[in-house]
């Protein structure tokens, strides 16, 4: 008889640490903030139990710098905080992006703005698919929406910055971050920490790197149409990513009305949907896992078969401007806001949902 798969029982910010853990990452740079505190305690035993170094950084700023010069060393590394933290964070990884240093970086999503409260929310959206530091860049985004998930895009997003040379975000919330669900620990196999670093910054004195050329990483470019050449080739790379794009899609076929959501707010509708479903209303769900690039193609294929929308999010409007954009040559989509404070339910979620199907 075959062994089974282990199964854990664990948060999401444990599953994003044992994710990280597996995918081979070897530095934690972190400062506490609720609620991903859980990431960074369990990377103070495990990490270094795993051969690492953890570093409780004396800031949100220093923790992402210390990022950036592990990445630029072509280290695997990580960090994490919530809504304000990531705030102070964005120099950092705009430096990143325009040095395409690779990272991985997570942010559970708190209340705002300001220092709002503690409770799960969605308004960080805008600054993880924009680029939420200065200068025109994106980085990877990734919105889990089950702690397995949550787990498995951990360890794809390793991949993702070192192939891409990016960092790569993973955006959740409070619920994600502090719910329990059984999840099934794997390791990827075969992961090479010397592959594909041809341009890290390991020092020309190492013994195995005697006698190499010089190598520079930077975000400065002064020469003249040096900054606009770097910006092309930067621009390029993320249209390359569009092929990456994925999303959920949940009784979308014969759907009359689809639902647009992400992360928690994307499970709880799926709920509502079942609902729906059992009372014979044709309701779907397109729920994007890539925030960014974005599933656009798959919501203009269903735009496209004569659907309706409904985006639904836990902020005042943010997601639904993407939903629109993909959407614009066809149809429109509406909105329904879950104002940050609320903690939604798959009820609350009826009356707008039927609002749609009757036309109102």
């Not at 924009?130 to 702690?147: A, E, I, S």
Request: charged share 25%.
């Amino acid at each position: 008889m075959s062994k089974q798969p282990e199964r854990i029982f664990v948060k999401g910010n444990e599953a994003i640490a044992r994710g990280a853990l597996a995918a081979r990452c070897k530095c934690f740079f972190g400062y506490p903030i609720t609620p991903q505190n859980d990431i960074p305690e369990f990377m103070s035993s495990e990490m270094i139990k795993a051969g690492g170094d953890f570093v409780q950084a004396e800031s949100e700023v220093a923790a992402a710098n210390m990022l950036l010069g592990a990445g630029a060393a072509g280290i695997r590394a990580m960090t994490s905080s919530s809504s304000p933290g990531m705030s102070l964070k964005q120099e950092a990884i705009s430096y990143m992006a325009g040095s395409e240093i690779p990272a991985v970086i997570v942010n559970m999503n708190r209340g705002g703005p300001g220092l709002g409260d503690i409770g799960p929310a969605q308004g960080d959206y805008y600054q993880s698919t924009r680029g939420g530091g200065h200068g025109d860049y994106r980085h990877f985004t990734f919105g889990p929406g089950t702690v397995q998930e949550a787990y498995d895009l951990t360890i794809r997003a390793f991949d993702i910055a070192f192939e891409h040379r990016t960092p790569v975000l993973i955006l959740g919330d409070a619920i994600l971050g502090q719910m329990k669900e059984p999840i099934t620990p794997w390791a990827p196999e075969g992961v090479d920490d010397e592959a594909g670093r041809g341009w890290a910054i390991t020092g020309r004195t190492n013994a195995r790197e005697t006698g190499r050329k010089k190598r520079l990483i930077k975000s400065l470019f002064l020469g003249e149409g040096e900054l606009a050449g770097q910006n092309r080739h930067l621009q390029a790379k993320y249209d390359a990513w569009t092929d990456l794009a994925e999303c959920e899609q949940f009784e979308t076929e014969d759907a009359e009305l689809v639902i647009c959501a992400y992360g928690s707010i994307g499970r709880i509708a799926k709920s509502a949907v079942r609902t729906f479903r059992k009372q014979g209303h044709k309701v779907g769900l397109l729920r994007p896992i890539t925030l960014y690039p974005f599933p656009s193609a798959d919501l203009k294929k269903l735009a496209q078969a004569g659907k309706r929308f409904l985006t639904i999010e836990h902020n005042l409007g943010q997601m639904v401007d993407d939903v629109r954009l993909a959407i614009r040559t066809v149809a429109d989509s509406d909105f329904f806001p879950i104002y940050p404070g609320n903690l939604p339910t798959p009820d609350e979620l009826e009356a707008p949902i039927l609002a749609c199907l009757e036309g109102k």
